[in-house]
């Protein structure tokens, strides 16, 4: 006689070095815990011990975006479905007081009871390797932010005889005259040492600036190749559009409606009303991001886009302030990007042809 295996769901607490596994059954009984180290090792032998409990209906965790990832990949190429947890409340912590396997328990209790639900991002495809390659791009901006910031620091305190060659300089040729001296001299002296450091600064703005450039010609036909109906669109560039793949993620389809695109990016309005009274506030959770693309695009279409001026002037004349203005014009951005998000698109384009293929 075959007997069907248990259902059961499990529950991960993340570490660096090592992930607290938990599993319970589908009325919410501890089964059994224990720990597996964070290498391709552990993590076969954190399935096989998990599965040794019966049929695993889903996994929750928290991290998946870092120190989770690698294991949320793991388990989704062997048929696990993740679900993302949220970290438990202070209050939560409070009361039933704080352990690895108390945690792990948790996570798998959230994904029982119906309040975690979220699918994770899936870090597996083209946009995965867009975000990784726009991460050394925005800290390479910072840091060149950072070394113009300190020349002209620098040359407000520095000798007059040094502050007086480069007077009156706009910021490209301040850095191609800095770049190009030879100081000489005693490191002693206050006027050298500025002359030095100046080139040294400059040329590492230099150095950064190419860096930049490099790492923008790899990722714009990415973005290109991952979203080609997405830059099309009027205001919106590699630089918006792979913030926006980014945090829609390799896996857009975990999205179920534009508003829920809205809500992560943001610029959903949150209701507010109590009494008599009847409005909404501003949302200012979401992906930061995703929100500054997004009043990026609104910007450039406010200024270049007819149809987008033609908007603003007919909302002013209603009584709009412009920051109200600016608030519905991302919420309408939002809707429009998400229809041409990668995998959404190719899903619409296909349903239209499979409908008008049955006229």
Excluded at 12 to 21: N, P, R
Excluded at 126 to 144: G, N, Q
Excluded at 311 to 322: D, I, M, Q
């Amino acid at each position: 006689m075959n007997v069907e295996p248990t259902p059961v769901i499990g529950g991960i607490d993340i570490h660096t070095d090592f992930h607290q596994l938990a599993v319970i059954d589908t009325v919410g009984r501890q089964v059994a815990t224990k720990s597996f180290r964070t290498t391709p090792d552990g993590y076969r032998h954190l399935l096989r011990w998990l599965r040794t409990h019966g049929e695993v209906l889903a996994v929750g965790m928290e991290s998946t975006g870092h120190y989770g990832a690698e294991l949320a990949r793991f388990l989704h190429t062997h048929d696990i479905q993740v679900i993302e947890v949220d970290r438990p409340d202070k209050r939560t912590r409070h009361v039933y007081g704080k352990t690895d396997p108390l945690d792990a328990y948790s996570a798998a209790a959230a994904v029982l009871s119906g309040r975690a639900k979220g699918t994770p991002m899936s870090h597996n495809g083209i946009v995965e390797s867009i975000r990784v390659l726009r991460t050394a791009r925005i800290s390479a901006i910072k840091a060149r932010t950072q070394a113009i910031n300190q020349i002209r620091a620098l040359i407000i305190t520095a000798p007059s005889e040094v502050r007086e060659k480069v007077r009156g300089l706009t910021t490209g040729k301040l850095i191609k005259t800095l770049a190009r001296t030879r100081p000489v001299g005693d490191p002693a002296d206050p006027a050298h040492a500025a002359r030095t450091t100046l080139r040294r600064l400059a040329r590492r703005y230099l150095a950064l600036n190419e860096e930049i450039k490099e790492t923008e010609a790899e990722i714009e036909p990415l973005v290109a190749q991952a979203a080609p109906q997405l830059v099309a669109q009027s205001g919106i560039g590699p630089e918006t559009a792979g913030q926006l793949l980014i945090s829609a993620g390799d896996n857009p389809q975990r999205l179920r409606t534009e508003a829920s695109f809205a809500r992560l990016c943001g610029v959903a309005p949150i209701p507010a009303s109590s009494g008599r009274t009847d409005r909404h506030r501003l949302h200012r959770g979401g992906d930061r991001q995703g929100n500054k693309a997004l009043h990026a695009i609104v910007m450039v279409r406010m200024k270049y886009d007819a149809r987008t001026q033609g908007y603003v002037t007919r909302r002013t004349a209603e009584g709009l302030s412009k920051k109200d203005i600016i608030r519905c014009l991302k919420r309408f951005v939002a809707r429009e990007v998400y229809h041409h998000l990668p995998q959404l698109a190719w899903q619409e384009g296909q349903a239209h042809v499979d409908a008008k293929g049955g006229r």
